[in-house]
């Protein structure tokens, strides 16, 4: 199992990116009980058996390490949903693209903690390639909602690409700023 | 902080842009490869790129690219990355967490030593494009 939930949604979204995605959409709405995450992109896709095996951890298509027998992205998130009382649902077709639904249950002592989601969203920014990537966040609390929406493709019309210090410094304070607003807002209405 | 617009951002990036081409940056080209495979998430690698980047931004050193590649084929010494630094041999480092991280940053990229009790292996050719 990862260490933190946010290790195992940067897995997945790497996922994306190695099928080929050219829009990847991550969806993040926390409340206090539970942290739901919809990942949904427009890669290659699988057939019924192949996501079948992609579930497996003793399988792995072998195209990037040959002799590997393992393959533990899939599994691990299914190992921290099913001992936390939460869910997850993956839907794929072949050539058009994959979904998955996880329900992260917060209230369960033994599910990881939520983690760095300040990082995560910047890492996943900066994943290398040419795609795109929305990231839509949200926070709950009292039937009341804050939220924030960032765009891979917006954010490097205006950093450049996003590798070097000086632009990922950049988009890491972005991305802070967004999430301290989200949380403070709170406190100073209340 | 107050939230940030874009075109806050906007007019960040000029004006860091402009205190970048007064810095003298000569030499200080590196590129950091981190790899983020399930295994490196696994052992900490989100981590060590946060602590990585804090550490370059404070010396100073904007110039240098980090790049997140998968795998490398040294899951049993996760985290690892690969330095790339003018003038020194490519390295890869393993076992890296944030004190190695740091001392990579000041050590083998500013002072252009090697933190020999992590290094693990010179890069494979077939492995990083």
Same mark, same amino acid.
């Given at each position: 199992?990862?260490?933190?939930?946010?290790?195992?949604?940067?897995?997945?979204?790497?996922?994306?990116?190695?099928?080929?995605?050219?829009?990847?959409?991550? #969806?993040?709405?926390?409340?206090?009980?539970?942290?739901?995450?919809?990942?949904?992109?427009?890669?290659?896709?699988?057939?019924?058996?192949?996501?079948?095996?992609?579930?497996? %951890?003793? =399988?792995?298509?072998?195209?990037?390490?040959?002799?590997?027998?393992?393959?533990?992205?899939?599994?691990? #998130?299914?190992?921290?949903?099913?001992?936390?009382?939460?869910?997850?649902?993956?839907?794929?077709?072949?050539?058009?693209?994959?979904?998955?639904?996880?329900?992260?249950? #917060?209230?369960?002592?033994?599910? %990881?903690?939520?983690?760095?989601?300040?990082?995560?969203?910047?890492?996943?920014?900066?994943?290398?390639?040419?795609? /795109?990537?929305?990231?839509?966040?949200? =926070?709950?609390?009292?039937?009341?909602?804050?939220? =924030?929406?960032? /765009?891979?493709?917006?954010?490097?019309?205006?950093?450049?690409?996003?590798?070097?210090?000086?632009?990922?410094?950049?988009?890491?304070?972005?991305?802070?700023?967004?999430?301290?607003?989200?949380?403070?807002?709170?406190?100073?209405?209340? | 902080?107050?939230?940030?617009?874009?075109?806050?951002?906007?007019?960040?990036?000029?004006?860091?842009?402009?205190? +970048? +081409?007064?810095?003298?940056?000569?030499?200080?080209?590196?590129?950091?490869?981190?790899?983020?495979?399930?295994? &490196?998430?696994? @052992?900490?690698?989100?981590?060590?790129?946060?602590?990585?980047?804090?550490?370059?931004?404070? @010396?100073?050193? !904007?110039?240098?690219?980090?790049?997140?590649?998968?795998?490398? &084929?040294?899951? $049993?010494?996760?985290?690892?990355?690969?330095?790339?630094?003018?003038?020194?041999?490519?390295?890869?480092?393993?076992?890296? !967490? +944030?004190?190695? @991280?740091?001392?990579?940053?000041?050590?083998?990229?500013?002072?252009?030593?090697?933190?020999?009790? $992590?290094?693990?292996?010179?890069?494979?050719?077939?492995?990083?494009?």
């Amino acid at each position: 199992m990862h260490f933190s939930l946010s290790d195992c949604i940067l897995d997945l979204v790497q996922n994306s990116l190695e099928a080929d995605a050219d829009e990847v959409q991550l #969806l993040l709405e926390e409340t206090d009980d539970s942290l739901i995450v919809r990942i949904e992109d427009d890669g290659c896709g699988m057939t019924e058996v192949e996501l079948k095996k992609a579930t497996d %951890p003793f =399988y792995s298509d072998g195209k990037k390490h040959v002799h590997r027998k393992v393959g533990l992205g899939l599994p691990f #998130l299914i190992q921290t949903v099913s001992t936390t009382d939460g869910s997850f649902n993956i839907r794929s077709e072949k050539g058009k693209g994959t979904r998955v639904d996880i329900n992260f249950n #917060l209230k369960s002592i033994d599910t %990881p903690p939520v983690g760095d989601l300040i990082s995560l969203i910047y890492q996943v920014m900066s994943f290398h390639g040419s795609f /795109n990537l929305i990231v839509n966040r949200s =926070y709950t609390k009292d039937d009341r909602s804050e939220s =924030y929406t960032v /765009n891979r493709n917006e954010l490097q019309e205006i950093l450049g690409e996003l590798n070097s210090v000086s632009s990922l410094s950049l988009l890491k304070d972005f991305i802070t700023s967004q999430e301290e607003e989200l949380k403070t807002s709170w406190s100073s209405t209340s | 902080m107050s939230k940030m617009t874009l075109e806050d951002l906007r007019k960040l990036r000029e004006t860091k842009k402009q205190e +970048a +081409a007064q810095r003298d940056s000569d030499g200080k080209d590196s590129l950091i490869i981190v790899g983020m495979g399930t295994c &490196g998430i696994a @052992a900490g690698a989100k981590d060590v790129l946060d602590v990585m980047l804090d550490e370059l931004k404070k @010396a100073g050193n !904007d110039n240098v690219i980090i790049r997140q590649a998968g795998c490398m &084929g040294l899951c $049993h010494v996760e985290p690892t990355i690969e330095v790339r630094t003018p003038g020194m041999p490519d390295t890869i480092y393993g076992k890296v !967490d +944030a004190k190695v @991280a740091k001392d990579i940053v000041n050590i083998h990229i500013i002072d252009r030593k090697l933190v020999n009790e $992590h290094v693990y292996d010179k890069p494979a050719a077939d492995i990083i494009k």
